[in-house]
Nanobody
Framework: QVQLVESGGGLVQAGGSLRLSCVVS????????MAWYRQALGKQRELVAR???????NYADSVKGRFTISRDNAKSTAYLQMNSLKPEDTAVYYC???????????WGQGTQVTVSS
């Protein structure tokens, strides 16, 4: 069973930065897509950013130019660098990963990000 462990959430003022980390409990070389989703109170979970094994990235329009997703295969870790944070970025952020061919998928436990105005 694949496990994802997130860290890096917290409380920050508007305009500040945070970096989220997601460690995968298996060789990241076997991981196809890694992504970050978020869910604000009373809202549906939404995709924030995703990165493929080849390094291609996609971002939600609301975070383009402010957030950067990356992965370090040597550390089996994915990151989400969040800059110029806004109060509307407040949410629980979840890490997601899946295997090639859809053989498995996994979610992290979530980490709270709160941006104060």
């Amino acid at each position: 069973q694949v496990q994802l462990v997130e860290s890096g959430g917290g409380l920050v003022q508007a305009g500040g930065s945070l970096r989220l980390s997601c460690v995968v409990s298996r060789n990241i070389g076997s991981v196809n897509v890694m992504a970050w989703y978020r869910q604000a109170l009373g809202k549906q979970r939404e995709l924030v950013a995703r990165i493929t094994s080849g390094g291609s990235t996609n971002y939600a329009d609301s975070v383009k130019g402010r957030f950067t997703i990356s992965r370090d295969n040597a550390k089996s870790t994915a990151y989400l660098q969040m800059n110029s944070l806004k109060p509307e970025d407040t949410a629980v952020y979840y890490c997601y990963a899946d295997g090639f061919g859809g053989t498995w998928l996994a979610w992290g436990q979530g980490t709270q990000v709160t941006v104060s105005s």
